[in-house]
């Protein structure tokens, strides 16, 4: 979480200059840059805010830690998987000596925004529709 605070400086990478921007402001992990949102100020700054629940004993600090490790290494898991569905090509294509298969991303891609679409329609639930078009294969990129 970012949070700008006026009465702060921030220091810039050595390697890149430093633009002052507005107070929205987002950091990318992936690539190390700020994303700079709206008109210039003349002090914006980033400041990093983390917060944890007060914990009792040492037993329970160890538990709520591990709890946490697992919930986090399985969502890096799920991701991992989800981000191959953009280079898997879909296996009936492949069955059926298609040229060009279409990735299981783009086909999922593609039923969502029919889900989109449909939701137009009288007794659809969009909501419910668009979510499991999202699903509906990721399996198959095991």
């Known amino acids: 979480m970012a949070v700008i605070s006026p009465a702060t400086r921030f220091a810039p990478p050595l390697n890149r200059p430093f633009h002052r921007r507005s107070i929205l402001a987002s950091f990318h992990s992936s690539s190390r840059n700020f994303l700079f949102l709206g008109k210039p100020t003349p002090s914006s700054t980033i400041v990093s805010v983390r917060c944890q629940k007060p914990v ?3 037993v329970s600090s160890m538990e709520s830690m591990n709890h946490v490790a697992s ?3 399985s969502s890096i898991d799920f991701l991992t ?3 191959r ?3 898997t090509k879909r296996k ?5 000596g298609i040229n060009g298969p279409e990735s299981i991303a783009d086909h999922m891609y593609r039923m969502a925004l029919m889900a989109l679409i ?3 329609l009288t ?3 969009r909501e419910r ?9 990721i399996a198959e990129g095991k």
């Open 118 to 120: 449909a939701g137009d």
């Open 85 to 87: 569905l953009k280079t």
């Open 56 to 58: 009792s004993d040492g």
């Open 129 to 137: 529709c668009i979510k499991m078009a999202i699903v509906h294969d």
């Open 81 to 83: 998987l989800c981000h």
């Open 71 to 73: 919930s986090v290494s």
């Open 92 to 96: 009936g294509w492949i069955n059926q």
């Open 123 to 125: 007794g659809v639930d």
